[in-house]
């Protein structure tokens, strides 16, 4: 059960969005997702809080460094994809997550060049590796990509980040409206209503690819097992 944890020590980057359309893309296809909401300011709980039950899914509320552990230890074999959606920051928290991720997503913005807090997260994922031998897979994705980021400065970006050995994912997020609506209305995007939402179709096809591409990225006997499991059972289950 791959641990998937979104990370950026600056906040805006987009990292709760991203999260939420890869736990509930996963969800939708099949597999049992929880978010470990790992940040205080609880935008996954409240989005829970409002959506009511969502089928395959389950937030867990209240993680600590000490919980955070326990929780995917216990709830291992139950589950087939742990999300957790961290703070803008690099505290213990986000240390402690980072460290029993199997792969650390970090959103970047398409059109910031600012990619400070990036760094600060590709810092520590060096950091681990030089002096605990810890290897953790982790990519950028762009993320809140709009028409008006040219193709070139996409590039760039990639070609900076290519420099320093990271994979930068093929498929941006883009800013789409339907993905700022599940924080209001709350649940998915296949329960949004596309009368009332702007290209949900589009926002559906990007959530459809993005999550596809990570599921690429994760060991192939993992993505089987996840596949060949039996539909959702017993808590997580609505
Ligand atoms: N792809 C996107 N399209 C539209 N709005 C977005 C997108 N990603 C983030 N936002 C908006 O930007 C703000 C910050 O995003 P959020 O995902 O909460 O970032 P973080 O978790 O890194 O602080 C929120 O208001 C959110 O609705
Ligand atoms: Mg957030």
Not at 3 to 23: D, R
Not at 124 to 138: D, P
Not at 206 to 234: D, H, I, T
């Amino acid at each position: 059960m791959p641990v998937i944890s979104f990370a950026n020590a600056k906040g805006g980057a987009g990292k709760t969005t991203a999260a939420l359309l890869l736990a509930t893309e996963l969800a939708h296809q099949g597999h049992r997702v929880v978010i470990m909401d790992c940040d205080p300011q609880h935008w996954i709980s409240q989005w829970a809080e409002i959506s009511g039950p969502v089928r395959n899914l389950e937030v867990i509320s209240e993680v600590s460094v000490a919980s955070l552990q326990c929780h995917l230890r216990e709830m291992a074999g139950q589950v087939d994809f742990f999300v957790i959606d961290l703070a803008g920051a690099r505290d213990a928290l986000v240390t402690t997550a980072v460290g029993l991720s199997d792969h650390v997503m970090i959103p970047v913005q398409g059109s910031a060049m600012d990619a400070k807090g990036a760094a600060q997260i590709l810092d520590l994922l060096n950091l681990m590796k030089e002096k605990a031998n810890l290897v953790i897979s982790h990519s950028v994705v762009l993320t809140r990509v709009t028409s008006m980021v040219t193709t070139k400065a996409l590039v760039a970006i990639k070609g900076l980040l290519a420099a320093r050995g990271v994979n930068v994912l093929n498929t941006p997020i883009g800013e789409r409206n339907a993905f700022k609506e599940l924080f209001e209305t709350g649940g998915t995007l296949h329960t949004l209503d596309p009368a009332r939402v702007s290209n949900l179709d589009k926002g559906r096809e990007n959530a459809a690819a993005f999550a596809q591409e990570v599921l690429r990225l994760m060991p192939a006997k993992v993505v089987r097992s996840g596949k060949l499991r039996p539909a959702a059972s017993g808590r997580l289950a609505a």
